[in-house]
């Protein structure tokens, strides 16, 4: 069993070596490649109304977090006080 695993192993090496595969360019990225490959954030104005009602009846429970709804926004509260938004 060891043997067909080794025998497997050796071939798998032999093709990759003898495809032509080039080494990767590295872990930096040009931007516009970067956008593509990550997810922006999701701006507050996407949230729709039922949304951030919810995020306020979340937010309602806490004292700390109401008051600072009250000053800084729902975002912003629900943000500091329970993470990221959910949805």
């Given at each position: 069993?060891?043997t067909i695993?080794?025998?497997?192993?050796?071939?798998?090496?032999?093709?990759?070596?003898?495809?032509?595969?080039?080494?990767?360019?590295?872990?930096?990225?040009?931007?516009?490649?970067?956008?593509?490959?990550?997810?922006?954030?999701?701006?507050?104005?996407e949230l729709?109304?039922?949304?951030?009602?919810?995020?306020?009846?979340?937010?309602?429970?806490?004292?700390?977090?109401?008051?600072?709804?009250?000053?800084?926004?729902?975002?912003?509260?629900?943000?500091?006080?329970?993470?990221?938004?959910?949805?």
């Amino acid at each position: 069993m060891k043997t067909i695993v080794l025998l497997f192993l050796a071939s798998l090496v032999a093709v990759c070596l003898s495809s032509g595969i080039q080494d990767s360019p590295g872990v930096f990225v040009e931007r516009e490649e970067a956008d593509t490959l990550v997810r922006p954030k999701r701006a507050a104005t996407e949230l729709t109304l039922t949304q951030l009602e919810s995020l306020m009846e979340v937010c309602e429970v806490d004292v700390a977090c109401e008051s600072m709804m009250d000053t800084a926004g729902i975002i912003a509260a629900y943000t500091a006080h329970y993470g990221p938004i959910p949805f």
